[in-house]
T-cell receptor
Framework: GQQVMQIPQYQHVQEGEDFTTYCNSS?????IQWYKQRPGGHPVFLIQ?????EVKKQKRLTFQFGEAKKNSSLHITATQTTDVGTYFC????????????FGQGTILTVHP | EAQVTQNPRYLITVTGKKLTVTCSQN?????MSWYRQDPGLGLRQIYY???????DKGDVPEGYKVSRKEKRNFPLILESPSPNQTSLYFC????????????FGQGTRLTVV
C-alpha cells in the first residue's frame, strides 16, 4: 500500500530552539493530516492540508503542503516543554478510499 | 461530552484466550477504525468501517476481527491472541474518511503472555 515516511524518528531540542518534522510520499497525496500525541495520551488532531503549496499557521506551529503534494512539514518555532510528544502525519484515502495511513511519527523531547 | 470510549484500558491475557476490546462513540460518526501502535512503527490501521455493516481490512488485519452492528459501536475481537499482538490499541471515529478529523479513544494497552 501507499507509504508515508516521516523523519526524523527522534528529535531532542533545548527549550527555545526550533523543530521541524517531515512527511514524504513517493506518490501524490490527496491530503495530509497532522496529529499530536502527548506521552501516555492519545493522538489529537492538529490540522488538515489539501491544496498544493498550502501553508497554515497555529500560533508557533507552521504546516506546509508541498507543491507536488508529495511532502509536508510541521515546524515549531521556539519550542516549549508543552510541545513534548509524538507528531504524526497521516493521509486519508490514497490507494484505498477507506484507509487512513500514518507515518511512523517523530518523538520530540524538549529539555528545559 | 463528545468522546470515543474504549474498554478496557489495560488488559493482560494468555495466549489463545479470546478477548474483545470495546469502542463506542457518541458523535454519530459514520467512520470508525482500529489502530495498533508499536515503537518505531507508528500507527497502523487494522480494520475500518465506513458505516453500519460495512467493514474492510486495513494494513495489518491478520489475527483480528471486527463487527459494526450499530453505528456507535465497533468492537475489536482477538479470537486467539498471540504474544505478537501485544501492543497499544486505539479506536478512532470521524464523520467520514476524507477531509474530517479523527477522534481517538484513550487507548487499550494489551499484553499477551
Amino acid at each position: 500500500g501507499q507509504q508515508v515516511m516521516q523523519i526524523p524518528q527522534y528529535q531532542h531540542v533545548q527549550e527555545g530552539e526550533d523543530f521541524t518534522t517531515y512527511c514524504n510520499s513517493s506518490t501524490t497525496l490527496s491530503n495530509i493530516q497532522w496529529y499530536k500525541q502527548r506521552p501516555g495520551g492519545h493522538p489529537v488532531f492538529l490540522i488538515q492540508l489539501v491544496k498544493s503549496g498550502e501553508v497554515k499557521k497555529q500560533k508557533r506551529l507552521t504546516f506546509q503542503f508541498g507543491e507536488a503534494k508529495k511532502n509536508s512539514s510541521l515546524h515549531i518555532t521556539a519550542t516549549q516543554t508543552t510541545d513534548v510528544g509524538t507528531y504524526f502525519c497521516g493521509q486519508a484515502g490514497g490507494t484505498s478510499y477507506g484507509k487512513l495511513t500514518f507515518g511512523q511519527g517523530t518523538i520530540l523531547t524538549v529539555h528545559p | 461530552e463528545a468522546q470515543v470510549t474504549q474498554n478496557p484500558r489495560y488488559l493482560i491475557t494468555v495466549t489463545g484466550k479470546k478477548l474483545t476490546v470495546t469502542c463506542s462513540q457518541n458523535m454519530n460518526h459514520e467512520y470508525m477504525s482500529w489502530y495498533r501502535q508499536d515503537p518505531g512503527l507508528g500507527l497502523r490501521q487494522i480494520y475500518y468501517s465506513m458505516n453500519v455493516e460495512v467493514t474492510d481490512k486495513g494494513d495489518v488485519p491478520e489475527g483480528y476481527k471486527v463487527s459494526r452492528k450499530e453505528k456507535r459501536n465497533f468492537p475489536l475481537i482477538l479470537e486467539s491472541p498471540s504474544p505478537n499482538q501485544t501492543s497499544l490499541y486505539f479506536c478512532a471515529s470521524s464523520f467520514g474518511v476524507m477531509n474530517t478529523e479523527a477522534f481517538f479513544g484513550q487507548g487499550t494497552r494489551l499484553t499477551v503472555v
